[in-house]
């Protein structure tokens, strides 16, 4: 078995070298970078199985670099910050974080964190339907390059909006409740808020919108979850 890898990010270099002895400690390759621009230039350059981001980063925050690194790698990101604020999980969560540890931290937990994100990103589960295009009016789902078309043009989802839209598309008309899209999308060990599917929903209507769609096709089921409807419109869903 090859040697994981790991990228840490944070401008603190106590934080950092906490971490890289114990995670070499514990067989893992580690790499550093003290800012975002150094963080991002790794993560273009080489391959990792998973990204310790701290939020406070000197030139651009932890929400910024997250976001760039989701416009080209699926990436378990991991954020460490002492902001213990549930919006700010949230948010983390919203825009491509799979998971948020509030400093300070047992390593043990730390390690149980990044184990989990690694097995989760091996074994994603995806629907049976993964090899076929998913076609409703404008709009085409290709779930094997991972593609999204809206009236001919692609549109951009971070991993896990496109992984909750697949998901919802591959099984139309079925309501799913908020539990039962979080252990699929963010696994059975996620331990977060559920309202985080409500903010990666929100994202993906709002992208689908201003690309041009002209229908809302993730419908809300009051006291449920959340359903797809592709062949009617949905009028005044939220």
Known sequence: MSQLRVLVVDDEWKMRNLLRIFLTR???EVK???NGHEALQLARQEAFDVVLLDVMLPDMDGWQVCKKIRESSRVPILMLT???ETKDKVYGL??????YLTKPFEPEELLARVYSLI???ANLPVPDTREAALEFPR???LPQGRDVLIAGRPVEFTPKEFDLLVILASSEHRAFTRDELVQLI?????????????????NIREKAQ???LGYNPIQTVWGIGYKFNGTVPAHGEE
């Open 139 to 141: 709009l085409r789902i």
């Open 26 to 28: 514990e067989g893992f």
């Open 119 to 121: 097995r989760r990103s």
């Open 210 to 212: 201003k690309a041009g």
């Open 186 to 202: 963010w696994g059975e060990e996620y331990e977060g808020e559920v309202r985080v599917v409500d903010t990666h929903i929100k």
């Open 82 to 84: 002492a902001r213990s």
């Open 94 to 99: 919203g825009i491509g974080a799979d998971d």
């Open 32 to 34: 550093e970078a003290t």
